[in-house]
Every structure is written in structure tokens, then in C-alpha cells.
Nanobody, 123 residues
Framework: QLQFVESGGGLVQPGGSLRLSCTVS????????IGWFRQAPGKEREGVSC???????TYADSVKGRFTISRDNAKNTVYLQMNSLKPEDTAIYYC?????????????????WGQGTQVTVSS
């Protein structure tokens, strides 16, 4: 059974940076596609970025050029480096896992989820 530990969220001013971490236990992370998703108040959960086991990466248009996803299979951890943060990036950020690859990064394709970490961008 997969277990997730997400960390790195917090309060940051517009233009600032945060790095989120998602450490997964219970599986060999290198065989899984991992995604970062977010949900703002009153909005649906949306895909932010996904990375396959071959390190193929997908980004939402709203974060391209600002966010970078990476993985360290030796540490069973996936990171989301978030730069040039905007108030509209404020949300709870979740990591999730699926066993198959492909470039799709949609919530319906992920069956295992973490508890989330809050990111607030405000001055």
C-alpha cells in the first residue's frame, strides 16, 4: 500500500519560490508515474505537473516556465520546484501515483493520493 509524505508548503510573497517534496513508501517509486495536483477553494482539483518513470514531464499551461518537476528514485521522492509564484497559485497541493505511463496528467487517472500541503501566495 502506497503512503505519501508531502512537505514544503507554506506562505510566500508573490514572486517567491517554494519546493514541494513527495516521499512515497510501500512501492519502488521508479516504476510509477507521479503527479502534482492542486485545489483552490471553490475550484476543482487540477493537474499541475506529472513525471513518468522515464522522466517524461508534463506541465499545465499556467505553470510552464515557472514550475519544474523532478524525481530522485533513490530517495523515493518527487519534487516540485515553484518559482515566480503568483496569488493564483494558492491552493492545497497533492501528489498522486499511478502505475502506467503516458503523458496525461488528469485527476481521474490517479488512484493513490497524499493528504496535501497548503501553499499560500500573498503579500
Amino acid at each position: 500500500q502506497l503512503q505519501f509524505v508531502e512537505s514544503g508548503g507554506g506562505l510566500v510573497q508573490p514572486g517567491g519560490s517554494l519546493r514541494l517534496s513527495c516521499t512515497v513508501s510501500g512501492v519502488t517509486l521508479g516504476s510509477w508515474t507521479i503527479g502534482w495536483f492542486r485545489q483552490a477553494p471553490g475550484k476543482e482539483r487540477e493537474g499541475v505537473s506529472c513525471i513518468t518513470k522515464s522522466s517524461s514531464m508534463t506541465y499545465a499551461d499556467s505553470v510552464k516556465g515557472r514550475f519544474t518537476i523532478s524525481r530522485d528514485n533513490a530517495k523515493n521522492t518527487v519534487y516540485l520546484q515553484m518559482n515566480s509564484l503568483k496569488p493564483e497559485d494558492t491552493a492545497i497541493y497533492y501528489c498522486a501515483a499511478r502505475i502506467w505511463g503516458g503523458s496525461s496528467c488528469t485527476t481521474s487517472e490517479f488512484g493513490s493520493w497524499g493528504q496535501g500541503t497548503q501553499v499560500t501566495v500573498s503579500s
